[in-house]
């Protein structure tokens, strides 16, 4: 029998919907949207790069012999690398590097080192971030009951750093779901400080793939006003799950632009199409 194709369709329409609208003009709607995307594949990258690891770390006799290890993902000549550490200490016990194929490390490394000055750095920079995130003013919570994680992404920009959170792409994740919202981004100066934040969805948004026995082919779902653009952190978990259900796109509809941001992981491509 033919699949019947299924528009899913979630309206998040904030309070503001219909206040008067944000005007870009096309040039600096496309600059801005190169960026999102750019930054998108990096957030990919990263998150990849770490479910990799960790899942190979699991696997690993050597590396479980380290009880209580924890993670760290950072980028360093090209290569991204994950590195599986003692908790509460400063020691390395397995690199996993990756670089341009991301579903598997180009090298692993294990064995006991020294953590180097640059990732004491960053991890102290990440551990700063999070004890100031925990006031209770930045209104961080998490849905439960999907079994999906929360992935914490540090990725340097310029003389900022910019800490991304995003639902983590956990085999124990409720099946048939794509596990959008529930993301933030933390803009630190080099000393960890926070000085501005943004939440880019009000609320937890688990999309099914399948609904009442048939498969979506088809998603999209509305933005609230502060968040007027497609995000990367939407890009990159789509880039973790859409490969999993077939599904090459989705789309967001933005009521502070009255239009629609449709992003094709295949064609790594964002385009942007009007409000009917």
């Known amino acids: 029998m033919k699949k019947a194709l299924l528009v899913v369709v979630l309206l998040l329409f904030s309070s503001m919907l219909f206040a008067q ?7 600096k709607l496309k600059n801005q949207l190169d960026t999102i995307l750019k930054e998108g594949n990096l957030l990919y990258k990263y ?14 006799p050597t590396v479980q012999l380290n009880l209580f290890w924890t993670y ?14 003692v908790k509460n200490d400063q020691i390395c016990v397995a690199e996993y590097i990756f670089e341009d194929d991301f579903s598997k490390p180009k090298s692993v490394i294990i064995e006991r080192r020294e953590l180097t000055a640059k990732e004491r750095y960053l991890i102290d920079l990440q551990v700063k971030i999070h004890e100031q995130i925990r006031n209770p003013k930045y209104e961080v919570t998490f849905s439960r009951g999907y079994g999906c994680t929360v992935d914490f992404i540090l990725i340097p920009d310029a003389n900022i750093y910019k800490l991304f959170i995003i639902r983590g792409a956990s085999e124990e994740c409720e099946e048939n779901i794509i596990p959008f919202g529930n993301d933030y981004l933390f803009i630190a100066n080099k000393k960890g400080k926070v000085k501005s934040w943004q939440k880019f969805h009000s609320q937890f948004i688990p999309v099914y ?17 502060t968040t007027p653009l497609i ?13 999993l259900y077939d599904i090459d796109e989705f789309s967001v509809y933005s009521p502070a632009l009255d239009l629609y941001m449709k992003y094709n992981w295949k064609e790594n491509k964002i385009t942007v199409l009007p409000a009917e």
């Open 231 to 243: 995000t990367a952190t939407e890009i990159c978990t789509f880039k973790l799950y859409a490969p």
């Open 21 to 27: 609208k944000i005007k870009l003009s096309e040039s």
């Open 47 to 60: 998150a990849k790069s770490t479910r990799i690891a960790i899942d190979s770390a699991l696997a690993n």
């Open 209 to 225: 793939m399948t609904y009442d026995g048939r498969k979506v082919k088809e998603i999209t779902h509305s933005h609230i006003r």
């Open 72 to 85: 760290f993902t950072y980028e360093e000549g090209g290569q991204v690398k994950t590195i599986i550490t």
